[in-house]
């Protein structure tokens, strides 16, 4: 994950002082996401955490109750170079919307970024919310965190299941609408590409 924006108070809390974390993302067979987060310690160790989302009534959209995250849609991906998510989670009475930017690499992809921005107004976050995500500044351990050793995969078994949990197409969902403006960006610009 190279970049992220919530109006979530812990985040905006902790934004300034994260660093990049390793995503890996597995498709199952029923068609859930299993997900495994490495994030790096300011002492130089990893925390690990394993989550799966499960699959929704329409193809790109997820959940995980378990971790209040009520709403996951693949808001838009090129399936080579980076995925934006949109993700809403619920604590209580508290709704928060998040985007997320995933990249294939650790550095930022000027598309996915210009996504993350022009998907930001529609569900109410403005560019004071996100933050790009610092690579970890530390020697990087035999693997990085979170990273598996390194095995063969077939590219185009991986391209297909990688289209089948999106719908099969580069695409940007129908998400929640809003009247607050994202700054420098006329309210009412689609986010469509």
């Keep these: 994950m190279v970049g992220a924006a919530s109006n979530d108070q812990s985040f905006q809390d902790s934004k300034d002082d994260m660093k990049m974390p390793v995503v890996l993302v597995t498709p199952l067979a029923n068609g859930d996401l299993a997900l495994k987060f490495g994030y790096p310690l300011p002492d130089g160790g990893c925390q690990k955490l394993e989550a799966t989302f499960t699959k929704g009534a329409v193809a790109g959209q997820f959940s995980n109750p378990a971790m209040g995250q009520t709403d996951i849609r693949v808001a838009f991906t090129d399936y080579l170079n980076f995925a934006v998510l949109y993700l809403e989670t619920r604590r209580g009475d508290t709704r928060n919307v998040w985007l997320q930017l995933y990249a294939r690499a650790p550095e930022l992809f000027p598309e996915g970024a210009q996504k993350l921005q022009l998907l930001g107004p529609q569900v109410g976050l403005n560019p004071s919310q996100g933050a790009l995500l610092p690579k970890t500044v530390r020697p990087p351990p035999r693997r990085p965190c979170g990273s598996p050793a390194p095995s063969k995969i077939n590219v185009s078994e991986a391209s297909q299941r990688r ?27 689609s986010g469509r590409g």
Excluded: E, S
């Design 163 to 189: 289209r089948a949990f999106v719908g099969g197409r580069a695409r940007t969902p129908t998400l929640p609408k809003t009247t607050q403006g994202w700054a420098g960006t006329p309210q009412g610009r």
